[in-house]
């Protein structure tokens, strides 16, 4: 079955730091990938989206992913973050078409 | 256009009793989802329905969780004599079809507790 893996449970950077967010997935065709973030209270917001063509996708709020293959990850980067980046991070895959297949998600904290 | 709406925000209820949660997806949106956020987990797929095809219930952890759809808008997923394991926050999203490319919308949840 296929699964997505966020190794870090938590993370804290300084405000105006870069920021690097890591999901694998495991399914071994293309897959379709996806990272969601969740602020307190609020429901899942869509950052980015990867299915084919140029393996760097640019999202919303100044977030980028990079797919590579080789090493089945899909991860998550943003070169300054701001103390509004604080929330809770999701990489998900929608290879079957229907259902996503969530990772365990990253807190991300921003320290002023 | 009003986003993915679900009723009510927070429910408290007692073990043993039945809970109802209702999700209005985006209108002209075939595809409608529900979603289990447990404390400090991910989300586990439940169920979803497309159009008027029988809805794909392989998600649902046991027979007490059951969910309709009316046509193509609201939803209901009911939870029968709960239990504290299912204290969790209910997401719903829904998406103009199936399909891998199409982006689900989330509705801010229901967050259950059950006593």
């Known amino acids: 079955a296929q699964s997505v893996t966020q190794p870090d449970i938590h993370i804290t950077v300084s405000e105006g730091a870069s920021l690097e967010l890591r999901c694998n997935y495991s399914?071994?065709?293309?897959?379709?990938l996806f990272w969601y973030v969740q602020s307190p209270g609020q429901g899942l917001q869509l950052l980015l989206k990867?299915?084919?063509?140029?393996?760097l996708v640019q999202g919303i709020k100044g977030f980028e992913a990079e797919f590579k293959r080789s090493q089945s990850s899909f991860n998550l980067r943003k070169p300054s973050v701001h103390w509004s980046d604080a929330a809770e991070y999701f990489c998900a895959d929608n290879n079957a078409g229907n259902m996503l297949t969530f990772g365990g998600g990253t807190r991300l904290m921003v320290k002023p | 256009g009003a986003g993915v709406s679900q009723s009510p925000s927070n429910k408290v209820t007692e073990k043993g009793k039945d809970v109802e949660l209702r999700c209005d997806p985006i209108s002209g949106h075939t595809a409608l989802y529900w979603y289990r956020q447990r404390l400090g987990q991910g989300l586990e797929f439940l169920i979803y329905?497309?159009?008027?095809?029988?809805?794909?219930k392989s998600g649902l952890p046991s027979d007490r969780f059951s969910a309709e759809r009316t046509g193509e808008s609201v939803s209901t997923l009911t939870i029968q004599r709960t239990q504290q394991e299912d204290s969790a926050v209910y997401l719903c999203?829904?998406?103009?079809?199936?399909?891998?490319?199409?982006?689900?919308?989330f509705g801010p949840g229901t967050r259950l507790t059950v006593l």
């Open positions: 329905f497309q159009g008027n095809s029988a809805p794909d």
């Open positions: 399914y071994g065709a293309t897959p379709y």
């Open positions: 999203a829904s998406s103009a079809s199936l399909g891998s490319y199409n982006e689900q919308f």
């Open positions: 990867y299915f084919s063509g140029d393996t």
